[in-house]
């Protein structure tokens, strides 16, 4: 045996043995504080089960409310929502035909759905590239635009910015459902440009710069990268915007007017 072998093997010995010693130190596990009992406790099924059974709970009044909605209205009001799974049962859709039918419901439903869809998606589709320029490209007045767009999120200027937007679509050549459009569009996105901006700047800079690398344009980095790895905040912004577009009355009212075939669900 050389005595580069014998280096070799007295290395090894020496390795092995420090790592039995890292693994006994290591499966030893340390005493847990009264705060890591705690939060383990919280962790552990039967917590979870409550909280489904509150969840539930919660839920009940909002259940009645549908089982009464295909219940004749002389039992709604003699009887409660829960007799309604005794034979025999007595459902009939006619609240819902009164409700449809009457006082031209159903055409401000299908209203409030065209204003509101192209109001979310135009804000979110332009808003997306926007903050995708704003967080990976350079280019010149890159800052200076990002600052007018975070000023019109706290300073009024989206009062006098609307009214420009509406007046180039009151043209009238696509509808009068465009300048409701536009009008929503110019409303809702700086806030989805400063949103998304602020998510895109927080994803990894190694994967962009890997897919730049690899020959990946512009478009579709933003495309196969950064949108999926995006849909919780897209998912947030599509609620918020939708809520908000679905329950304006002002907007709607002025340029659409109070028609019943153009009037929305909140008129």
Same mark, same amino acid.
């Given at each position: 045996m050389?005595?580069m072998?014998?280096?070799q093997? /007295?290395?090894?010995?020496?390795s092995?043995?420090a ?9 030893t596990e #340390?005493p #847990?504080?009264?705060?890591?009992r705690?939060?383990h ?14 969840a539930?709970?919660w839920?009940?009044?909002?259940? =009645? ?5 295909f219940?004749?209205?002389a039992?709604? /009001? $003699? ?10 049962w007595? /459902? ?5 035909q009164?409700?449809?039918h =009457? ?14 869809i192209? =109001? ?6 332009? =808003?997306s ?5 704003f967080?990976?490209?350079?280019f010149p007045?890159r ?6 767009v975070?000023a019109m999120l706290?300073v ?8 420009i937007? $509406?007046?180039?679509?009151s ?5 009068q ?14 806030? /989805? ?14 994967? &962009?710069?890997?897919?730049? &690398? ?8 933003f ?6 790895l995006?849909v919780p905040?897209?998912a947030?912004?599509?609620i918020f915007?939708?809520?908000?577009v679905w329950?304006?009355l002002l ?11 153009k009037?929305?669900l909140t008129?």
């Amino acid at each position: 045996m050389s005595a580069m072998d014998s280096q070799q093997i /007295a290395d090894l010995a020496t390795s092995e043995r420090a790592k039995s010693v890292s693994e006994r130190f290591g499966s030893t596990e #340390r005493p #847990r504080s009264p705060v890591e009992r705690f939060t383990h406790a919280l962790s552990n099924s039967t917590v979870t089960i409550i909280v489904v059974i509150i969840a539930l709970l919660w839920s009940i009044p909002t259940f =009645g409310l549908f089982v009464s909605s295909f219940r004749p209205p002389a039992l709604i /009001a $003699s009887t409660g929502w829960w007799t309604g799974f005794v034979p025999p049962w007595h /459902a009939t859709i006619q609240n819902y035909q009164a409700v449809i039918h =009457g006082q031209g419901f159903g055409q401000a439903f299908i209203n409030s759905l065209i204003i509101s869809i192209p =109001g979310t998606i135009l804000p979110i589709a332009i =808003g997306s590239f926007a903050a995708y320029a704003f967080a990976w490209m350079k280019f010149p007045g890159r800052d200076f635009l990002f600052l007018v767009v975070v000023a019109m999120l706290v300073v009024p200027n989206q009062i006098a910015l609307a009214p420009i937007l $509406s007046i180039c679509t009151s043209i009238w050549l696509t509808g009068q459902y465009a300048a409701v459009w536009i009008v929503h569009m110019a409303f809702g996105l700086p806030f /989805a440009i400063f949103l998304l901006t602020n998510f895109f700047s927080a994803l990894p800079k190694d994967l &962009i710069e890997s897919a730049h &690398i690899d020959g990946a344009s512009s478009f579709r980095t933003f495309w196969n990268l950064i949108i999926p790895l995006s849909v919780p905040a897209l998912a947030s912004l599509a609620i918020f915007q939708f809520m908000w577009v679905w329950n304006d009355l002002l907007i709607s009212l002025i340029f659409l007017g109070g028609a019943p075939d153009k009037a929305p669900l909140t008129l």
